[in-house]
């Protein structure tokens, strides 16, 4: 039952950190005192304490303060150092802007930073982070909607249990398998964080354009709803042809308006999708099926690759190639475990998009199963293999122990839910909004609540 019918204000967690630097553009109140502040600060932990310091003026707290601005619209903050795109191949330091308030939250030794600001509002960021705020308006209605539904239906859980949201991150461990899966809503001080593991919030650093502002404005309380709840919507850059049902991924939960569906007008012409069987795997993530997401046009793309993504071009079909200690180091380094030298990576149980769910990595000294699909994405690269949905090919074998392995893959990310890339071609060529999301997520519907 949907429960929220107006407008919440929403807690993001921005970065953590011993020590950090903000700088506040304005008069920003905080409670139990009577002047403003203003300025650039220097804020750490001392003796359980949070202590902030600009010249000879000191603020200090135990457990946490806001700072509140006193016009809403015109002042801000600026954090420096943020870690943006966090364990992936692009991550890297930005100093970020942003409007609401700011809160600091002591988390034993470090410093938990906060904003605190209208749902909307933080849904204008987003739409304009997560992709060019210079996309077409109805690709920007759709993410915003999904923005939205996402981020409601973790407030609803929250609600509904009536309990302080718990670390999602669940594992299946046994002598001989690994099995882990990490929510979204993997959070204890904050409702989303500002990252990827959510929804990329970068403040008001972007650029936010006329598009981007009304697409927030003519979506206003608009969620996609199956059964009278809000949908605890998904999305990921390309699901690589055919999207991934929920249960693959997180825990096995099935979702009707987040099981799989063909990312085209039409079946795939000369494709069997039964990816059980691994030469028919093999055929699709070597092939180049038609998809709304299998697409080379620049100025499409452009609107969904931020200047860090534009890295990476090779999205719908890639390969990344290792040596034997390349790839040995590599799975040592992030399972903590001494497989020794390896001599297979063995497909156990695929998804509906050909993602692997389970892999089994046989070495010279340990052989164990894996999964799910993010765990095996980190597993096998030093940040994140693109996707799970792989083929591994092994070349020049000497005393049965290959000395090179090729991985093959399809699609960028999870493969859960909207597929940006593909909506972004879906609305280039005509369709509404409403028509792109509910051809992602079936059986839902959008409702108003707001």
């Known amino acids: ?4 019918k ?16 903000f700088e506040l553009y ?32 000191k603020i200090e707290i135990s457990d946490e303060m806001i700072f509140e601005p006193l016009d809403k619209e015109a002042d801000s903050f600026l954090i420096r150092e943020v870690t943006i795109g966090v364990d992936f191949h692009w991550e890297r330091k930005e100093k970020q802007r942003f409007n609401g308030s700011l809160k600091l939250k002591r988390s034993y030794n470090k410093i938990v930073v906060i904003n605190i600001l209208p749902l909307e509002k933080y849904l204008i960021s987003v739409i304009s982070s997560e992709m060019s705020s210079k996309s077409s308006i109805q690709f920007l209605k759709s993410q915003a909607i999904v923005s939205r539904s996402w981020v409601l239906a973790q407030l609803e859980k929250s609600k509904l249990t009536g309990i302080q949201k718990e670390v999602s991150q669940t594992s299946i461990e046994s002598e001989n398998e690994l099995i882990k899966w990490y929510d979204r809503e993997a959070h204890l001080l904050f409702d989303v964080c500002a990252d990827d593991h959510c ?17 927030i404005d003519e979506t206003r309380g608009l969620v996609l709803a199956s059964d009278d709840n809000i949908c605890d919507t998904r999305y990921s850059k390309s699901c690589g042809g055919v999207t991934e049902s929920f249960n693959n991924v997180w825990e096995s939960k099935e979702y009707k308006y987040l099981s799989s569906v063909v990312d085209y007008k039409y079946y795939p012409e000369n494709y069997n999708l039964n990816f059980s069987n691994e030469n028919i795997a093999k055929k699709w993530i070597k092939g180049n099926p038609s998809a709304f997401c299998n697409t080379s046009n620049q100025k499409i793309l452009s609107q969904v690759l931020l200047d860090f ?16 200690k390349e790839l040995s180091e590599i799975i040592k380094l ?9 001599l297979d990576l063995v497909p156990v149980e695929r998804g509906d998009s050909s993602r692997l769910i389970k892999l089994k990595i046989v070495g010279t000294k340990k052989i164990l199963t894996i999964g799910k699909e993010l765990e095996i994405r980190r597993t096998l690269s030093p940040s994140h293999l693109y996707s799970s949905a792989i083929i591994v090919e092994k070349f020049d074998i000497r005393n049965n122990i290959p000395q ?5 893959g399809a699609g960028w990310g999870h493969g859960v ?6 909506a972004a071609v879906m609305a280039s060529i005509g369709y509404q909004f409403d028509e792109i999301l509910l051809h992602y997520f079936k059986d839902a519907v959008l409702k108003k609540i707001y």
Do not use: H
């Open 1 to 4: 039952m949907i429960t929220i």
């Open 6 to 21: 107006a407008e919440p204000e929403i807690s993001v967690g921005i970065l953590t950190e011993e020590k950090i630097v």
């Open 26 to 57: 304005g008069d920003f109140k905080t409670s139990g005192l009577k002047q403003t502040f203003s300025g650039r600060f220097n804020a750490s932990v001392v003796d359980n304490s949070i202590v902030c310091k600009k010249d000879d003026e």
């Open 199 to 215: 929804q990329r919030y970068q403040g008001i650093t972007k650029i936010f354009s006329n598009a981007a502002l009304a697409a």
């Open 309 to 324: 993504d534009q890295e990476t071009k090779d999205f719908y079909r890639w390969k990344v190639e290792y040596t034997q």
């Open 334 to 342: 992030k399972s903590k475990i001494d497989f020794g030298e390896i």
């Open 404 to 408: 090179k392995f090729v991985i093959r």
């Open 417 to 422: 839910g909207l597929c940006q890339i593909g």
